[in-house]
């Protein structure tokens, strides 16, 4: 007989909310296998209101959440670890980044010496490892020849390569090794040659700077000068006679302290030593025993009756001077009077020969002076009552002056004129100018041929 479903309250058939869960089929399959009847409806409805539902899922649920908690902290584990990685890598980016660009932006590099070697070495192992930063230097310049057309006057030396940065080497060599000539080249160690610019010079020191545009050339290993004793072993390394290039001569040191030299009027502190250097030595390295640029030669005494005296710059000197024509084409407290020259050598027919300065311009110009200043073509001859013929007399004149436009001096000039109108003659006149501050500007702005009368 067929049992009747009646709605509940809520309109709901009671066949629909006595339907068994799948779960309760398959514990009722259960049930009935073991106890071999049929478990009656009734107690399956009233076990289901009794307990509901939620007994049969909850444990799925519990699962569920676990799961997902164990997911959301692997994820979260994961992505914290994954942010501080990139964090430190990050800095070390930035920072190996910065560290780059403050070594290409370093305005000069010097190989120098941290901690002294702990053994000397012989002349030749010395050779063997720092001949390779010893060039050679070859100067030109052109002028004009007598009988028209131009001749070129030549010139050598040596020089040492110190420093570099992310364009170009920087050589050491002598102010009066470059002094006057335009073109400039050197010749490297492995027989290259390179053309060379003059970054700046300076007479005070006699130390000028070149350049070249090669950045992997080998660097000489600076050395403290001011702790060189008498009677220690060094050894020079240059280009004697300008053809001789990477001559290696040997000597000792000569004095204790820097011995005050006065050398084209410029009292100078050098280094004394017994090593022979020639002409075509200056500007190359004076080297003790453990491969350590200690000097730069720039002298030596030449005479008949003397023997075994040598001078150098001394290194300090040297890397003071450089450090500051490489920043900025000059070095401070060096005075000038505003004027440029050319220089005129005149020989006589009887061989006696001597140079002529002739102004070139004036800094300090004034259209309304008219003749009553120093004009171009004027001839320098006095300053303060020194007799000047080239550039270093002026310079010498010039070297204990204030540079702030204070201090004067008393320029001496013989200006041509036609006298009576017709018979060319020479008049002398006294001019007063300011000393002002040297800036790397030219000097000697050319240089003439041989003139007779």
């Known amino acids: 007989m067929d049992e009747k479903h009646t709605p ?64 959301v902290f692997a994820l979260t584990f994961c992505f914290l670890l994954s942010a501080v990685l990139l964090c430190m890598l990050s800095s070390y980016l930035i920072a190996d980044y910065l560290l780059a660009e403050n070594e290409d932006d370093a305005l000069i590099v010097y190989h120098r010496v941290t901690e002294p070697s702990l053994e000397a070495g012989t002349p030749a192992e010395v050779y063997a490892s720092v001949a390779d930063a010893v060039v050679e230097v070859r100067v030109s310049a052109s002028i004009p020849a007598l009988g028209g057309g131009e001749s070129v006057i030549s010139g050598a030396g ?41 970054v700046g010079s300076d007479w005070m020191t006699d130390i000028a700077v070149l350049s070249v545009k090669e950045t992997d050339l080998p660097l000489a290993l600076l ?97 003071e001077a450089s450090e500051q024509l490489i920043e900025k084409g000059y070095v401070s407290g060096r005075a000038t009077i505003g004027l440029t020259f050319t220089r005129t050598l005149y020989k006589q027919l009887n061989g006696e020969s001597a140079y002529y300065l002739y102004v070139e311009s004036n800094a300090h110009h004034d259209d309304a002076l008219g003749e009553n ?58 001019f007063t100018l300011p000393c002002t501050e040297y800036k790397g500007e030219a000097i000697l702005v050319s240089a003439s041929g041989i003139i007779f009368y």
Do not use: C, W
């Not at 570099?164 to 470059?178: A, G, P, R």
């Not at 073109?183 to 053309?195: F, K, M, P, T």
């Not at 004067?408 to 006149?429: D, N, W």
């Open 8 to 71: 509940d309250s809520q309109g709901h058939s009671n066949e629909e909310e006595n339907q068994p869960t799948p779960t309760e089929v398959q514990e009722e399959h259960a049930s009935t296998a073991f106890s071999g009847e049929e478990k009656p409806k009734e107690s399956v409805k009233s076990d289901e209101k009794a307990h509901g539902a939620s007994i049969y899922y909850a444990p799925h649920r519990e699962k569920r959440l676990r799961s997902r908690r164990k997911r």
């Open 158 to 198: 040596s020089g040492v390569i110190f420093s570099h940065d992310k364009e170009s080497s920087y050589i050491f060599t002598n102010h009066h090794v470059v002094d006057g000539f335009s073109a400039i080249s050197v010749r490297l160690a492995d027989g290259r040659e390179l053309d060379a610019t003059l």
């Open 223 to 319: 050395g403290d000068s001011s702790t060189l004793i008498p009677g220690q072993a060094v050894v020079a390394i240059g280009n004697p006679l300008g053809t001789l290039g990477g001559s290696i001569t040997s000597g000792i040191i000569s004095s204790p302290l820097e011995r005050k030299v006065e050398i084209g009027g410029i009292q100078m502190n050098l280094i004394q030593s017994s090593t022979p250097v020639s002409p075509g030595n200056s500007g190359g390295g004076l080297f003790n025993m453990y491969g350590e640029l200690v000097g730069i030669v720039n002298a030596k005494y030449a005479s008949e009756n003397v023997e075994g005296i040598s001078f150098s710059i001394p290194m300090k000197s040297a890397v």
């Open 373 to 430: 200043q120093i004009l171009k073509g004027d001839r320098i001859t006095h300053i303060d009552g020194k007799a000047v013929s080239d550039i270093a007399d002026i310079r010498s004149a010039l070297v204990s002056k204030k540079t702030d436009g204070t201090e004067t001096v008393k320029v001496t000039v013989m200006r041509s004129f036609l006298y009576a109108g017709v018979i060319p003659t020479e008049r002398s006149l006294d």
